[in-house]
């Protein structure tokens, strides 16, 4: 599949197949979760998570594969390892990208069952849009008044959540009332 989508991603990912940068095996008292983690030494990411033979495995290894090719291509290609690193603010853009980039190699994964998998992948993909948009927004409103407090912090949160979001509102309303 990563040979298929550039020769750039094919030669991260043989890389990484080749030094065996990967750990997908869950096994007892092994921690949960999955992450991408970089060796700068080596100039090498590694790839980290526990396969349960679900779908969730393929959003897995795309969405950490993606975090993986930033590091791998831009530590080969810009003169300081400090360059090398996305920030906070766009680190989920490589890893959200990779996976709808797969999205023609699903059937490869999920045979018939393919159509289901890019609905319902997609449909969460879009349904994070308001929730990204709102943390953005937080963001430049909070830098925009460098004196506001945590309370200010909470009012800027509940307005943003009321416009981009309003159905959290509106069940944060009726809980409290």
Not at 121 to 134: G, R
């Amino acid at each position: 599949m990563y040979e298929e989508m550039s020769p750039e991603t094919g030669e991260f990912f043989n890389f990484m197949t080749e030094h065996e940068l990967f750990d997908f095996v869950t096994r007892e008292n092994k921690h949960l979760g999955g992450y991408c983690t970089f060796m700068p030494n080596y100039k090498a990411p590694f790839i980290f998570s526990n396969f349960n033979g679900t779908s969730a495995d393929i959003d897995v290894l795309t969405h950490e594969a993606g975090h993986a090719f930033e590091a791998y291509y831009a530590s080969r290609r810009l003169p300081l390892m400090s360059q090398a690193f996305s920030t906070s603010e766009i680190n989920e853009i490589h890893s959200m990208t990779m996976e709808l980039f797969a999205y023609p190699y699903m059937e490869r994964f999920f045979g018939d069952k393919t159509g289901k998998y890019l609905y319902a992948h997609f449909t969460d993909a879009i349904k994070t849009i308001p929730y990204l948009v709102s943390v953005d927004e937080f963001q430049h409103r909070v830098f925009e008044n460098p004196g506001s407090t945590s309370a200010d912090w909470r009012r800027f949160w509940r307005e943003i959540e009321a416009k981009y979001m309003p159905w959290r509102s509106s069940a944060r309303s009726r809980s409290t009332a």
